[in-house]
C-alpha cells in the first residue's frame, strides 16, 4: 500500500522565519502531489500541486515545493512565514498519476506562527 | 473544477443513531470519494463511490457501518450507522476530475455523545 510521510507533526516559528515541511512516499511509478492547508475551523484547501515538468512549483500565498524524484520528497517551503500561515498543512499523493484516483495523506503537520 | 456542497454542515447525535451526509456537486463527475478526518488525525478513506455500481470499501470500513447511494454524477450520500463516539469525526466528500485536480466539500462535522 501506499504511504505518505510528514516527519513534523508540529513547528513552531515565529513571523518572518523560514519554513520547510519534509514529505515523503512510497510509490516508484508516475505520482501526481498535492499539499493542502487546512486553516482553523476551515475546509480544506490547495496550497500547490504537482503533476509534471518542472520539478519546482510555486502555490499560492508565497509557498512553493520541490518534487525530488530520487528522493521519493516534495517539501514545502516558504522564505518568510507570517502569523496568518498557521494552520495544518498536509501531503498528499495519488498514486499512478491516474486522472481520478484517490489521494493518500500524510499525518498532517501543524503549523504555529509567533506574531 | 468542480464546487461541493454539504449537509448538514455539523451535528450532535445521539449514540445508536444514523445520520445520512449529503454531498452534492456542481458538475457530473465519475468518481466520488468519502474521507474521515478524526480529531487531530489525518485523512483517511472511507470509500469509492462510482455511479452506477457499489461502492468499494477501504480495509477496516465496512458497507453495513457507513452505506453509500451514488444515484447519479452529481450527488451522493453516506450514512453513519448505529453511531457510537469513536464516530465523531469530520466527514469530507470529495470528487476527481479530469484536470487531475481533487476537490474537496467543507465537510460535516460529528458529534456522537
Known amino acids: 500500500a501506499q504511504s505518505v510521510s510528514q516527519h513534523n507533526h508540529h513547528v513552531i516559528l515565529s513571523e518572518a522565519a523560514s519554513l520547510e515541511l519534509g514529505c515523503n512516499y512510497s510509490?516508484?511509478?508516475?505520482?501526481?502531489l498535492f499539499w493542502y492547508v487546512q486553516y482553523p475551523g476551515q475546509h480544506l484547501q490547495l496550497l500547490l500541486k504537482y503533476f509534471s515538468g518542472d520539478p519546482l512549483v510555486k502555490g499560492i500565498k508565497g509557498f512553493e515545493a520541490e518534487f525530488i524524484k530520487s528522493k521519493f520528497s516534495f517539501n514545502l517551503r516558504k522564505p518568510s512565514v507570517q502569523w496568518s500561515d498557521t494552520a495544518e498543512y498536509f501531503c498528499?499523493?495519488?498514486?499512478?498519476?491516474?486522472?481520478?484516483?484517490?489521494?493518500?495523506f500524510g499525518r498532517g503537520t501543524q503549523l504555529t506562527v509567533w506574531p | 473544477s468542480a464546487v461541493i456542497s454539504q449537509k448538514p454542515s455539523r451535528d450532535i447525535c445521539q449514540r445508536g443513531t444514523s445520520l445520512t451526509i449529503q454531498c452534492q456537486v456542481d458538475s457530473q463527475v465519475t468518481m466520488m470519494f468519502w474521507y474521515r478526518q478524526q480529531p487531530g488525525q489525518s485523512l483517511t478513506l472511507i470509500a469509492t463511490a462510482n455511479q452506477g455500481s457499489e461502492a468499494t470499501y477501504e480495509s477496516g470500513f465496512v458497507i453495513d457501518k457507513f452505506p453509500i447511494s451514488r444515484p447519479n454524477l452529481t450527488f451522493s450520500t453516506l450514512t453513519v450507522s448505529n453511531m457510537s463516539p469513536e464516530d465523531s469525526s469530520i466527514y469530507l466528500c470529495s470528487v476527481g476530475t479530469t484536470d487531475k485536480d481533487k476537490y474537496f466539500g467543507p465537510g460535516t462535522r460529528l458529534t456522537v455523545t
Open positions: 498528499a499523493v495519488n498514486a499512478g498519476g491516474s486522472t481520478l484516483g484517490r489521494l493518500y
Open positions: 510509490y516508484g511509478g508516475t505520482v501526481n
